[in-house]
Structure formats: structure tokens, C-alpha cells
């Protein structure tokens, strides 16, 4: 490895980190709007997702897995498939007295600081203070970024822009100086980008490993060349450069089982096609090569074809960047910096390929990238690469992180960079805009009857079970709700005979389970729940001890049967035969086998996680105080 130069002063460290925050608080203006952008393409579904989960949590669910109102109020697994780290934070807003659409801006705001200073980071570590400045502000403000923001309104992935640059400069710091809390810091960095993103599992996830890979053979390389080693020692101390990125990659696994086990092992329990099939389908969305030049800056949906108002551009200035990238790596000669560079022009290339419709073929034969849905989804990885290649400009033939000032860093970059910083902000101001507007009759204000008629007139938040052959366009329990009535029990009482041989009243109804008493004059009865049907739901017939009369709960007695629960044949509900006599019928959601293993696997694996810290903190303490 080649010589590194003086370490950075903390007060340029911390003096460059404040910066990067201060330039990306332009990004944050239109949030500052009084208002919500409600036009914005998925600025309801976030949300209503924060208001479902909402009420989740205030039910005592820590980890929500069911939606209860997703389809006009039968339910959905929504939380057991979908990544949720972003709407803790959203609840988090939520719980100290935000409504719904405050929390969910200051989870936007965050996203954009937050990218702003792991970026930084990131690259600081590769490029010095200045590169590190030039490619958090090309993060912040290149336009895939403020299309995800502001016409997307995507909040899981804008979120995610947080960890990309933590995950790959943790892998980094693991080939180039491994260390345990390194390690830890990295697989925790990994869990936050998939408790984010599912998309970013399969985009990200493969880079990374690959990238580890890279770096650990190139090093070994780099080292055989030194010490005159054969090739067959350069490859095994590959393997051995490695090891520490596939542990962190293997402990952040473990750590995100309790959701990753369980998305895996029970996605195909609910109707796919409403996640894959009609205007989600893979392969009319490709984006064409003009677009990724054109200037074109709209707010509609994205639609097929060479027409599309909606922005596709990489931005003249980020590509100008790359472009001189090629010319301006050369320069850098720490090698497992330079191979990152070269790692990153690749990966840039490739997804801009990968977004046109020359790649058609490769999607087609990698399968599970169509589960990213559009191509252009691949701006994520294309943004990151101009962000890291942009900052490059700034590099010294020394990479280590070094002040600005360094006379390592050529005169011209030195003199470049704040007129090189504005012109970054400026040319992004065009597109720092929200559509800020009133709710429609059919959007809000945001309660549950507002989301029962924004399901009906948008179908979305309709996914039903793959029990269901039927999707739901109302419900009753919708038009209950909109007549003011409210949901007290799920209950399907038009499906109770009117000859009095079933009896049934609700005792008590949360988002996860229902109780009732039940009469029922012989055993060819059951009760119908307007609840659809997904592994986890359980019925529980308890004993009726008839006493204190005016208490039903409080007669609740011992468990006298698991009856085996069944469905309606189009529509997925819930069917539960119960027992002759007076009985108590529990309907509850309850975590199956592999949601058990998953929340295991993850809390062994935080123990882990939090015994290796320590322990590495106690041979650091003992290796500084060795006489103590």
C-alpha cells in the first residue's frame, strides 16, 4: 500500500462536515412551504402508510406486520413486505405532536441532510475535505435525487439515499484497515439501506459484495507486486481481505431477519400481481437515450414511450464531472482508492445502460432485477457514481483525507471549488420546486374515511391475500365509516342466519385482533370476519363462565379449542366454525414460525453485534493502560 500522508485536523473534519449540512439546507426550501404536495406521485400513499402505521403502534405493536385498513378496511400484511425503517422515524415525529404530513416532510428533510453528511463522509475519506464537499452537494442536488423528493415523493428510497454512501465506505475501511467497530458500524449501515428500501436489497446488495471483492483482490495484487509473492498467495490473502466485508454483510443479515426472513419466505401469500402486474409491470418503462439529456422537468406520472414529461435527465454538470473523471483518476495513487474510482465509473455506466432500452435482453435474463419494476430506478446507483467520480476533481496525488488547503490538490480544483459548488446549486434551483395544494375531497384531510375514498378513486392501498380471487373495489366497513359510524367489529353479521341459531357480539376489537361471544345451537355454524386471510391469523375458542353477568371480558375463561380457520371462496375472508353452547371466539394476528425465527436470528444477532463492540473496546482500553 502506498504511504499515507498526515492525518486530517479535527477542526477541518468537523469544519467541512458543518458545510456540507449548510449547502444542503437549499434542498430543504420547498418544504419549508406551509402545506403539503399532495399532487406528488407517491406523497399520499407515505402518508397514509405513516397513518396506518401510526395505528399500529398505539396498539402496542412494536413491529407492525398487518395493515388493518389496506383494502377498504379487510387488511393487509403491508408492514411483512414492505421495508419500515422510514416510518419509525415518521412515527417517531408523529408520537411528539407532528400530524401527518409535518412528519412526513421532516423525514424528507432528514433524508436530505442525512445524504448530504454521509456523502460527505464517504467521500472525504476517498478525496479529501474538498472532494468530500463536491460530491455531497452533486448527492444532494442531482436531479434523479430532487425527482425523488419532489415528484416522486418516494420516502422509503429518498431515505435510503442516507446509508448507500455508509455501507460502501464502510466496506472500504474493512479491505483498507479492518477494524471490529468497523465492522459492526457496517453491517448496522447495511440493515438501516434494506430496513429502507426493498428495491435498494436488490440494487445495492450485489454492488456491494462485488465491490468487496474488487478492492480485497486488488489489494492482494497490490501486495504481491510489493513482497515478490506468487500468485497463488495473492489470491488467498484476497480471501483473507475480504473476510472482514462478508462478516459485516453477514451480521447485518442476521440483524435485518426479523423483516427479511419473513418478506422472503411469505411474499407469495399475497397477490403479486398487484405489486408486479398493470402500470407496475416490468418493460415499458425504460428510459431513451435522449431523455437522459433533456431538460424536461415535469410533474405527471411516467407513462411508455419516448414522450414522457417526467424527468430522466443526469444533469449536464454531474456528467461533465464523470466525463473528466477518466482523466483526473489516473492521478490518485493510493490503489484501493483509485480501483474505488474505477469501481464506480463501471457501476455508472452499466446502470446507465441498464436504464435504456438497448438492455431490454439483460433484464430478461436476470429475472429478479424486473423485481426493481423501472429501470429508471437505477438513477439511485447513477447519482452515487457522479456524486464519488465528481468529487474526484479535487483529488491529490495523496487520497488520504487531507484539509483543503493541502497543496496536494491541484490549483485550478482549489480555485474551482466554490464557483464549482454554486454552479451546482444554481443549476439544480429550476427543479427545487413542490407542488404544494389542498387536499381533494378524495385525499384528506387525513383520517380513515379520507383513506378509504382515496383508495377507492386512486386503487391504491387495495392489495388483498392471494386467498382472495376478487379484489375489492368497497366494503362495507368503508361505507360505515364515511356515514360517520366507525369499525367496532369486523364481524360479517349479514352472513349470520336470522333463525337464531348463531348468536355473535364483539367485546373488544384492536388492529390485530377481535374477541366475541358467540351462541351457537349446534356445531354447523361458524363466523365470518371482514378480514382477509393471511398466515399469522389464529382463532382461539375460550370457555363462557357466565359470571359477573354485566362483565363479558371478565368471563373469559380456560382455551377449549384452536378451530381451524377457513375462507370465503372469492373473497379471502376469514371463516371460523365454532362449538355448540355459549363460548368466547378470539380472532388474533400472531407471528407464524418464520417470523419467530427471524425476530430470534436478529436479536441474536444484536447481542453479537453489541458483544464484539465490547469486546473490542476492552482490548483497546487494555492496550492503551497496559500497567492497569
Request: charged share 15%; glycine share 8%; aromatic share 12%.
Given at each position: 500500500m502506498s504511504q499515507r500522508s498526515a492525518p486530517i485536523r479535527p477542526f477541518h473534519l468537523h469544519l467541512g462536515f458543518a458545510v456540507a449540512l449548510l449547502l444542503a439546507l437549499f434542498a430543504i426550501g420547498p418544504l419549508l412551504q406551509p402545506g403539503y404536495f399532495w399532487g406528488a406521485h407517491d406523497a399520499r400513499n407515505s402518508v397514509y402508510f405513516l397513518f396506518e402505521f401510526d395505528r399500529s403502534i398505539r396498539d402496542g405493536i412494536l413491529w407492525p406486520r398487518w395493515g388493518p385498513d389496506w383494502g377498504f378496511g379487510y387488511g393487509y400484511p403491508f408492514w411483512n413486505i414492505y421495508a419500515p425503517l422510514a416510518y419509525y422515524v415518521g412515527e417517531l415525529a408523529v408520537l411528539i405532536g407532528f400530524e401527518y404530513t409535518a412528519a412526513v416532510k421532516l423525514v424528507f428533510a432528514l433524508s436530505i441532510l442525512g445524504s448530504a453528511a454521509s456523502m460527505y463522509l464517504f467521500a472525504q475519506r476517498l478525496l479529501g475535505i474538498a472532494g468530500g464537499l463536491v460530491a455531497s452537494v452533486i448527492y444532494v442536488y442531482a436531479p434523479y435525487h430532487l425527482f425523488d423528493l419532489y415528484v416522486r415523493a418516494a420516502l422509503a428510497e429518498s431515505f435510503a439515499f442516507v446509508f448507500i454512501p455508509l455501507v460502501f465506505w464502510g466496506f472500504f475501511e474493512l479491505v483498507a484497515r479492518p477494524r471490529v467497530r468497523?465492522?459492526?458500524?457496517?453491517?448496522?449501515?447495511?440493515?438501516?439501506?434494506?430496513?429502507?428500501?426493498?428495491?435498494?436489497?436488490?440494487?445495492?446488495?450485489?454492488?456491494?459484495?462485488?465491490?468487496?471483492?474488487?478492492?480485497?483482490?486488488?489489494?492482494?495484487?497490490?501486495?504481491?507486486?510489493?513482497?515478490?509473492?506468487?500468485?497463488?498467495?495473492?489470491?488467498?490473502?484476497?480471501?483473507?481481505?475480504?473476510?472482514?466485508?462478508?462478516?459485516?454483510?453477514?451480521?447485518?443479515?442476521?440483524?435485518?431477519?426479523?423483516?427479511?426472513?419473513?418478506?422472503?419466505?411469505e411474499r407469495n401469500y399475497v397477490r403479486?400481481?398487484?405489486?408486479?402486474?398493470?402500470?407496475?409491470?416490468?418493460?415499458?418503462?425504460?428510459?431513451?437515450?435522449?431523455?437522459?439529456?433533456?431538460?424536461?422537468?415535469?410533474?405527471?406520472?411516467?407513462?411508455?414511450?419516448?414522450?414522457?414529461?417526467?424527468?430522466?435527465?443526469?444533469?449536464?454538470?454531474?456528467?461533465?464531472?464523470?466525463?473528466?473523471?477518466?482523466?483526473?483518476?489516473?492521478?490518485?495513487?493510493?490503489?484501493?482508492?483509485?480501483?474505488?474510482?474505477?469501481?464506480?465509473?463501471?457501476?455508472?455506466?452499466?446502470?446507465?445502460?441498464?436504464?435504456?432500452?438497448?438492455?431490454?435482453?439483460?433484464?430478461?435474463?436476470?429475472?429478479?432485477?424486473?423485481?426493481?419494476?423501472?429501470?429508471?430506478?437505477?438513477g439511485i446507483l447513477?447519482?452515487?457514481?457522479?456524486?464519488?467520480?465528481?468529487?474526484?476533481?479535487?483529488?491529490?496525488?495523496?487520497?488520504?483525507?487531507?484539509?483543503?488547503?493541502?497543496k496536494n490538490v491541484p490549483r485550478w480544483a482549489m480555485r474551482s471549488l466554490i464557483p464549482l459548488v454554486l454552479l451546482l446549486i444554481t443549476g439544480a434551483y429550476p427543479y427545487l420546486v413542490a407542488e404544494v395544494r389542498d387536499p381533494l375531497p378524495t385525499e384528506g384531510p387525513v383520517s380513515l374515511a379520507a383513506l378509504f375514498r382515496y383508495q377507492q378513486a386512486s386503487d391504491e392501498m387495495t392489495g388483498t391475500t392471494a386467498w382472495a380471487r376478487r379484489i375489492p373495489s368497497?366494503?362495507?366497513?368503508?361505507?360505515?365509516?364515511?356515514?360517520?359510524?366507525?369499525?367496532?367489529?369486523?364481524?360479517?353479521?349479514?352472513?349470520?342466519?336470522?333463525?337464531?341459531?348463531?348468536?355473535?357480539?364483539?367485546?373488544?376489537?384492536?388492529?390485530?385482533?377481535?374477541?366475541?361471544?358467540?351462541?351457537?345451537?349446534?356445531?354447523?355454524?361458524?363466523?365470518?370476519?371482514?378480514?382477509?386471510?393471511?398466515?399469522?391469523?389464529?382463532?382461539?375458542?375460550?370457555?363462557?363462565?357466565?359470571?359477573?353477568?354485566?362483565?363479558?371480558?371478565?368471563?373469559?375463561?380456560?382455551?377449549?379449542?384452536?378451530?381451524?380457520?377457513?375462507?370465503?371462496?372469492?373473497?379471502?375472508?376469514?371463516?371460523?366454525?365454532?362449538?355448540?353452547?355459549?363460548?368466547?371466539?378470539?380472532?388474533?394476528?400472531?407471528?407464524?414460525?418464520?417470523?419467530?425465527?427471524?425476530?430470534?436470528?436478529?436479536?441474536?444477532?444484536?447481542?453479537?453485534?453489541?458483544?464484539?463492540?465490547?469486546?473490542?473496546?476492552?482490548?483497546?482500553?487494555?492496550?492503551?493502560?497496559?500497567?492497569?
Open positions: 468497523t465492522l459492526v458500524g457496517t453491517a448496522f449501515a447495511y440493515t438501516g439501506l434494506v430496513l429502507t428500501s426493498n428495491v435498494l436489497l436488490v440494487l445495492i446488495t450485489p454492488c456491494a459484495l462485488v465491490y468487496v471483492i474488487v478492492l480485497a483482490l486488488r489489494r492482494a495484487w497490490h501486495e504481491r507486486a510489493s513482497n515478490r509473492r506468487t500468485v497463488g498467495w495473492a489470491y488467498t490473502d484476497g480471501i483473507q481481505h475480504a473476510l472482514p466485508g462478508i462478516a459485516a454483510f453477514l451480521l447485518g443479515t442476521g440483524l435485518q431477519a426479523i423483516f427479511l426472513l419473513p418478506a422472503l419466505a403479486l400481481d398487484q405489486w408486479f402486474g398493470g402500470r407496475y409491470a416490468f418493460g415499458n418503462d425504460f428510459v431513451y437515450f435522449h431523455q437522459l439529456f433533456s431538460p424536461v422537468w415535469g410533474f405527471g406520472a411516467s407513462v411508455p414511450g419516448p414522450d414522457d414529461r417526467v424527468a430522466f435527465q443526469l444533469g449536464l454538470l454531474p456528467l461533465v464531472l464523470f466525463c473528466l473523471s477518466f482523466l483526473t483518476v489516473a492521478r490518485v495513487r493510493d490503489d484501493i482508492v483509485r480501483w474505488t474510482l474505477r469501481f464506480w465509473q463501471v457501476v455508472t455506466i452499466t446502470a446507465i445502460f441498464l436504464m435504456t432500452t438497448a438492455s431490454n435482453v439483460v433484464w430478461h435474463a436476470l429475472p429478479l432485477l424486473t423485481t426493481v419494476q423501472f429501470p429508471w430506478r437505477l447513477t447519482t452515487t457514481g457522479f456524486a464519488v467520480l465528481g468529487g474526484a476533481i479535487m483529488a491529490g496525488r495523496v487520497t488520504s483525507p487531507s484539509p483543503i488547503t493541502r368497497w366494503s362495507p366497513l368503508a361505507e360505515q365509516t364515511i356515514r360517520g359510524e366507525g369499525i367496532h367489529t369486523k364481524v360479517n353479521y349479514s352472513a349470520i342466519p336470522s333463525d337464531g341459531r348463531l348468536g355473535v357480539h364483539s367485546v373488544e376489537m384492536s388492529t390485530v385482533h377481535e374477541l366475541v361471544w358467540v351462541y351457537a345451537a349446534d356445531d354447523q355454524q361458524s363466523v365470518t370476519f371482514l378480514t382477509a386471510y393471511y398466515p399469522g391469523w389464529n382463532a382461539y375458542i375460550y370457555e363462557d363462565l357466565k359470571h359477573p353477568q354485566d362483565d363479558l371480558k371478565a368471563r373469559v375463561g380456560r382455551l377449549i379449542a384452536m378451530p381451524e380457520i377457513r375462507t370465503t371462496p372469492d373473497e379471502g375472508w376469514i371463516v371460523v366454525p365454532v362449538p355448540q353452547g355459549e363460548h368466547f371466539l378470539e380472532l388474533r394476528f400472531e407471528d407464524t414460525p418464520v417470523r419467530i425465527v427471524g425476530k430470534v436470528i436478529s436479536a441474536v444477532s444484536f447481542v453479537a453485534a453489541l458483544l464484539l463492540l465490547a469486546l473490542d473496546l476492552l482490548r483497546r482500553s487494555s492496550r492503551n493502560n497496559p500497567g492497569a
